[in-house]
Structure formats: C-alpha cells, structure tokens
C-alpha cells in the first residue's frame, strides 16, 4: 500500500488489483489491533487523495471467501478471469505484493 501511495504522491498513473485473500484487507470494520497488525483502512482511505482511483476487486476471491463488494470499505469494481487478463495488458508495470 505504501509503494501505491508513493507512486501516486509523485504521479505516477495507479490502479490496484485485489485478489485471493487481499480482498480481505479491502473489508469493512476490521479490528487489526485484536491480532496486533497494522491498520490499513487509514491508507486505504487516502488513495482517492492521492489520485488511485481505479480500484478493482476479484470477484471470484469474493465469492470464494463469501463476500459481497457492498461488504468493503472502498468501492472495487468486480472483475473476473478474461477481464483480469486484459486489464493486466493495459499496464507497462505490473508490481505483486
């Protein structure tokens, strides 16, 4: 999250892709200090500031997991296997974490 936050501070065009169990981190109420992480949803919530407002979320992780995309605390849109290919071609730079 801090590398798309960095990147876009400097202006560099970005676009997040939550897949498998990172769509978890996009969920509302999350209480990390109960497992004594790091909250996200701080960060999360600055991405429109900083311009990232291209989100996308799997929906097949979604579904997977039992979830549905009014459950998360940006709006993603839904995406699905071709759609994921394609939109991955669109980009020079493609980073996992």
Same mark, same amino acid.
């Given at each position: 999250? @801090?590398?798309?936050? =960095? =990147?876009? =501070?400097?202006g560099v065009p970005v676009s997040l892709l939550f897949l498998d169990s990172g769509v978890m981190q996009l969920l509302k109420g999350q209480e990390s200090a109960l497992i004594k992480q790091k909250s996200l949803t701080a960060n /999360?919530?600055?991405?429109?500031?900083?311009?990232? *407002? @291209?989100l996308f979320v799997c929906q097949h992780?979604?579904? *997977?997991?039992?979830?549905q995309s009014?459950?998360?605390l940006l709006p993603a849109k839904p995406v699905e296997?071709? *759609?994921i290919a394609a939109? /991955? *071609?669109?980009? @020079?730079?493609?980073?996992?974490?």
């Open positions: 999250m @801090d590398l798309a936050l =960095a =990147a876009a =501070a400097f /999360l919530k600055a991405l429109p500031i900083f311009g990232v *407002e @291209d992780s979604l579904s *997977e997991r039992g979830l009014n459950q998360l296997g071709a *759609e939109l /991955l *071609e669109q980009y @020079d730079q493609v980073v996992t974490l």
